[in-house]
């Protein structure tokens, strides 16, 4: 089992840039694939980034493919997502989730595990 904590969230203004992370508990951390999703207000929960286990492969949401990066640091547990760009309309709280595979998947019942989610608000 593995508790992710998120961090790094808060106001920016357009265009503007934040870096998120989610530091995860356990000595396993590696054995997981790790994804970002985030949900706006009265919108369903969407898919952002997704990466292996080590690192190797990444996919994106095309609408933030060219402006997020999602990144690993295994040795500290942690999974990053740098947010350039920023845009209003990427206003939401930001999950991460994890899942024990090496697998990546959009699809947000895919992942076993969430962490309790940081907001970005991004003002025009």
């Known amino acids: 089992q593995v508790q992710l904590v998120e961090s790094g969230g808060g106001l920016v203004q357009a265009g503007g840039s934040l870096r998120l992370s989610c530091a995860a508990s356990?000595?396993?951390?590696?054995?997981?694939?790790m994804g970002w999703f985030r949900q706006a207000p009265g919108k369903e929960r969407e898919f952002v980034a997704s990466?292996?286990?080590?690192?190797?492969?990444?996919y994106y949401a095309d609408s933030v493919k060219g402006r997020f990066t999602i990144f690993r640091d295994n040795a500290k547990n942690t999974v990053y997502l740098q947010m350039n760009s920023l845009k209003p309309e990427d206003t939401a709280v930001y999950y991460c989730?994890?899942?024990?595979?090496?697998?990546?998947?959009?699809?947000?019942?895919?992942?076993?595990?969430w962490g309790q989610g940081t907001q970005v608000t991004v003002s025009s």
């Open positions: 989730a994890a899942v024990r595979t090496n697998t990546i998947s959009t699809m947000v019942r895919y992942y076993d595990y």
């Open positions: 356990g000595r396993t951390f590696s054995s997981y694939a």
């Open positions: 990466i292996t286990r080590s690192g190797g492969n990444t």
